[in-house]
Protein backbone atom coordinates (compact mmCIF):
# COMPACT_ATOMS: atom_id res chain seq x y z
CA UNK A 1 0.00 0.00 0.00
CA UNK A 2 2.63 2.14 0.79
CA UNK A 3 4.12 1.80 -3.03
CA UNK A 4 1.16 2.83 -4.48
CA UNK A 5 0.91 6.10 -2.05
CA UNK A 6 4.37 7.01 -3.34
CA UNK A 7 3.48 6.02 -6.58
CA UNK A 8 6.44 3.70 -6.36
CA UNK A 9 4.41 -0.27 -7.18
CA UNK A 10 7.72 -1.56 -7.77
CA UNK A 11 7.40 -2.56 -3.86
CA UNK A 12 4.60 -5.25 -4.71
CA UNK A 13 6.86 -6.61 -7.52
CA UNK A 14 9.69 -7.56 -4.89
CA UNK A 15 7.19 -8.47 -2.26
CA UNK A 16 5.37 -11.06 -4.72
CA UNK A 17 8.72 -12.25 -6.13
CA UNK A 18 10.20 -12.51 -2.91
CA UNK A 19 6.83 -14.69 -1.55
CA UNK A 20 7.13 -17.13 -4.81
CA UNK A 21 10.93 -17.86 -3.78
CA UNK A 22 9.99 -18.59 -0.09
CA UNK A 23 7.19 -21.02 -1.73
CA UNK A 24 9.75 -22.89 -4.32
CA UNK A 25 12.37 -22.89 -1.09
CA UNK A 26 9.87 -24.53 1.04
CA UNK A 27 8.81 -26.60 -1.11
CA UNK A 28 12.11 -27.99 -2.28
CA UNK A 29 13.06 -28.66 1.13
CA UNK A 30 10.25 -30.66 1.98
CA UNK A 31 11.17 -32.52 -1.43
CA UNK A 32 14.04 -32.53 0.22
CA UNK A 33 13.86 -34.10 3.28
CA UNK A 34 11.13 -37.05 2.25
CA UNK A 35 13.29 -38.09 -0.76
CA UNK A 36 16.56 -37.19 0.26
CA UNK A 37 17.35 -35.59 -3.27
CA UNK A 38 15.91 -33.08 -5.42
CA UNK A 39 16.53 -34.09 -8.58
CA UNK A 40 14.27 -36.79 -11.09
CA UNK A 41 14.53 -39.79 -9.74
CA UNK A 42 15.10 -41.51 -12.72
CA UNK A 43 14.42 -44.89 -14.15
CA UNK A 44 15.67 -46.82 -11.42
CA UNK A 45 13.25 -45.79 -8.96
CA UNK A 46 10.45 -45.52 -10.98
CA UNK A 47 8.79 -48.65 -9.93
CA UNK A 48 9.05 -47.60 -6.01
Same mark, same amino acid.
Given at each position: M???LTG???FLDLAIL !? @??FNVIGTIAVLKFFR !? @??LGDPGEHE???
Open positions: FGFRPE !Y @GM !Y @GDAGR
